[in-house]
């Protein structure tokens, strides 16, 4: 059976919101510990809040996250540390004028007085990270310039935080070294060992989710650092998921706008230097060669294609339909090489589409009690490393299908509802669509679409042909048997 | 009446027609799905892509009809095309292949089948080979009967010389005219047959659709007339010609002035002035035999005279001082060359500088007819033999399309069906003959000839209709009854078996022949390469799509490429850029500049470049992995070209090393080294080999170490394997210096003081 948990997160969360109202209990922050994973395109910050409550029967601690953190931040997540549930969170809106944001994470159970709690607050960041310098040769590394505040805020008073800045790298091209925190530190405020940058630690921060903290003691810092992987962005992404009952068959297709986010190519390609790169073992870290897909088991009729036709250079290795019996926690891919036409330098494009058949029944299933079919529809397929910037979700039910029911891992921004007419259909498909923005990697989640089918509406096409060639047949029987001739008497 | 093998007995004569029929139409369905099947092997091999060169631009035009709808289609004026001209594609175009996929396009979408544009354009050509299939089995038909019709449309469903033109993927005029041709044919032999104004009419549309198809159309044109003419010569003018030949020109020759492309040209050009002139002789001779009818003979032997006299100088005269005031053009150079081999090269470079036509070579009649290249003398032979109006259709066009088949590659289509009509008679005889069971009747000499006759006559004279009151008499021996004359037959079942089975073996080795010329010969897309890996595997060469794609993705959409013109339709149809010249070859002017720029030196081809708005400049190379049909190996065109219109600055002469050799090495002449097409094709490619010997694989040239060096140009994209190298024209200098001096800045070359400064103004 399939378990809804992403509806069941989702009413959660909107049920806190309708009955919990804003109410902020007092902590008092003993450490933060913010850890930046740096990356491409996407950079993973996680938080840790160790919390101590300062007033009985404390139900949520509220996050800051600083306007620029906040407009970065594509997907949030809190947890208690060690557990695996998420905690729900409630945002409480934008607040421009402040320069801070601020965030509600409801706690597991209300804290008494002096109790504490290790909150990890996961967000990952995109298009955080920026080629520095913006354009690169082709033989020239690739470097990216991250830019963040020094200091976590909090609404809350902090013993002591620090920030560390991890590198993929060790070769960390040059780092921000603050001045003027005599106040919270006496060492120096930044450290390098390895390819880790430890600001802090500090000690002794007032609240510092507020106007003043933010204008007079807040610093921004900077960190470049060397990155041996091109930077990868889908400029957008259209997938159509159709079902079909009759075929038992979901088809997925997904038309892919790729853009290397990279430094942009200064100068031109040369082929020659390319060739040489490879046959050195010394490729470029922004030209992006080939990337390989983890597309679902047990996949069939997979095409890779673009405007102008069949893409050859692709290599797909199928792994079959994991019995439906075994419920293996390791799940099986089938691994699609993709190699664009040509290699992807910095700033270069590659739209193509991307689609495969799979059995309906890995993926579906009838519900006997109300009579309704589940689908479960991946929002996308991942591309390491890479952010979607615009997504557009369709998912196309069976003619006739009634009773139309969806829930999402996450909100979308958009939904809307059409019809899709398609392959002799008479009335059409009801179709879903769904449009998200800024994808991650952690996006992976899967839209649960139900609804009916009634007898009459998989009879329909059958109907419709049937009808049809009888008319066809009919027509020729009478056209048979009128005779134009001028002259009936030759022929008879 | 003894025969070879038993015949069953008791067989209703309704069983065996029904039999008959019904084995014919699945033989038929047969044949069309074989011959669908075989043009398939390109997508199988390749997939579903549209090939070479024109059919870029017919599918480009295609998708503007599919989207944009019709009258948009007509009023489409390509801008991108010709650049800075542009072309008015409606006006340009025989739109009939277009007009075609667009209705199958829109019945289909109809009927909510979304069907792509692209696999429609794609499988027209094999969809309407199993229409030639049919047709050409109603014209042998005709001729014969059903199962030399049956025979014909096997050959014609498989023959390579028409798959050449129409496997998958060639979307071109020809996918479609060879049914429209055999279709038009069929009509004016039924036409003629009958004096049925009827099939006179039909004839008529389908000649109008031929029009609007494809520009050979003036084949039938001149066909047909011609067939009339040699009719009326051989005194056998009836009123059925009249009937069918004025219904067919009236008709079609009114309905193909609407074809915007071809507008008033059947009434003022020469090509046309044939059928013009037989229709109004037939109006003549219709005329004298109205007035023989009401007159006396002496009378009218005067007056004939007279008139015959008086209409021919009068005739001449016109036409004489029709074509010098210039109402009717003269011949164009495109026909002069179908009559002298060697006038394109001497007069048009760009028509000599195709491939397709070059005369053509005795081999490929053979590649492309096998078995059928011998069947059809015997076919003709036949057809002299019988000798009714049809049959002269036949000879005429057998005798017309040989010679044209000799003069032109390409015209191998059209002699193509006439090989297959006859060999199928000639092999149908064949057959009839060994596997009628009749054995001759030894003792008896003379006595049945006198209904032997009878019968022969009455089904030839109408194959059809002879035998339906023939009766049940015939049923179990209808092929037998008109046997027993006097001729010879054949004894026994041995010598029927031997010829049969070597019949049969020739046919099946013919099978193999079409299937392995097919797959292997005339089934590559030619945008994309094959070639195999070190373990047998495919290993497709994309270059191309490469190259194209990259140019689509990630340059400005309006950048200006100039390349040769072979690669303008696929330039405008897969990259989508403007391009100064294309296949359409209407400007030779505009072609010789490119041919200009791309052979002389980079400083005299800067200025060219940067007046058209030049910005890429694409060059197709195939030094590296010995691709011949590569650039330099058509550069000589792009010289000769040139050397026509700018005969003082471009000599190809100078293109030759001082023995006359045609070379890019050491020994290459100057010139040839400082053209730019040399330069571009060779530009860092000693590089490529390290230190090692550089080597030129389609020339087997060994290359210098120091390759050539651009000051104008920047290398921008060179594909994997370096087929498709396109080059950024530089902007001028922001100093103003030219470029030349600015490169050389660049690289810490110390500046000659002794250049002089007027090239900097030169640069514009």
Known sequence: MLRLTGSLSLVFLTLLSSTHAHHSYSFENTAIVRQVELAGSLVQVVTTYAVKALEKNAKAYTIALSSNDKEKTSWLEAKVKGQQQAL????????????????????????GLNETLNIVLETIQTHAAKPWPASASQNDEQSLLFKTDLFVISPYQTLVQRSKLRSPTPRIVEFTEPKDLEAFTLDTPATKSGATITYGPFNNIPPSADEDFLSKTQQPISVQYMYDHPVLEVSSLKRAAEISHWGSNLNIQDEIRLRNGGPELKGHFSRLDHQAQAFYKRPSPHVLPALSLHLPAGIRNTYFYDIIGNVSTSHLRVAPAPPKSLKSRTPQYSVLDLRPRYPLLGGWNYTFTLGWDSDLSDSAVYDSKSGKYIVKVPVMTLIPGAVVNQAEVTVILPEGATDVDFSLPWPAVSTSSSTVTTYLDTTGRPALTFVYERLTTRHDGDIYVSYKVPLSAHLKKPTAVATAFMGLFVLTLIGRRINLSLHPSKTA | MSTAYPLPSGLSQATVTNTASLIRIVTLALISGAAIASRLFAVINFESIIHEFDPWFNFRATKVLASQGFYEFWNWFDPTAWYPLGRVVGGTIYPGLMATSGVIYNILHALNLPVDIRNICVLLAPGFSALTAWATYMFTKELKDESAGLLAAAFIGIAPGYISRSVAGSYDNEAIAIFLLMFTFYCWIKALKQGSAFFGMLAGVFYFYMVAAWGGYAFITNMIPLHALILILMGRFTSRLYVGYSSWYAIGTLASMQVPFVGFQPVKTSEHMAALGVFGLLQIIAFAQLVRSHLSSKQFQNLLFVAVIGTGILGSLAIVGLTYKGWIAPWTGRFYSLWDTGYAKKYIPIIASVSEHQPTAWPSFFMDLQLLMFLFPAGVFLCFKQLRDEHVFVIIYAVVGSYFAGVMVRLMLTLTPVVCVSAAVAL???????????????????????????????????????KKPAGPTESTTAQSTPKPRSRPGIFGLDTRLVVIFNAFGMLSFFVFHCTWVTSNAYSSPSVVLASANPDGSQHIIDDFREAYYWLRQNTPETSVVMSWWDYGYQIAGMADRPTLVDNNTWNNTHIATVGKAMSSTEEVAYPILRKH???????????????????????LWMVRIAQGVWPDEIQEPNYFTPHGEYRVDDQASTTMKNSLMYKMSYYRFAELFGGGQAMDRVRNQAMPKQGPTLDYLDEAFTSENWIVRIFQVKKEDLLGRDLKSANAFSQGKKRKRSKPTARRRAIV
């Open chain 2, 428 to 466: 149908s005889t064949l057959l009839d003959t060994y596997i009628d069971p009749v054995e001759p009747l030894v003792p008896e000499e003379a006595t049945p000839s006198a209904s032997g006759d009878d019968s022969t006559t009455t089904s030839a004279s109408g194959s059809k209709k002879a």
């Open chain 1, 88 to 111: 729900p969170v409630r945002d409480h809106g934008k607040e421009p004028t402040n320069g801070y944001h601020l965030i509600d994470v409801e706690l597991p159970k209300p804290l």
């Open chain 2, 613 to 635: 708005d030049v910005d890429y400049v694409l060059v197709i190379f195939g030094g590296l992995i010995g691709y011949s049909g590569d650039d330099i190996n058509k550069f």
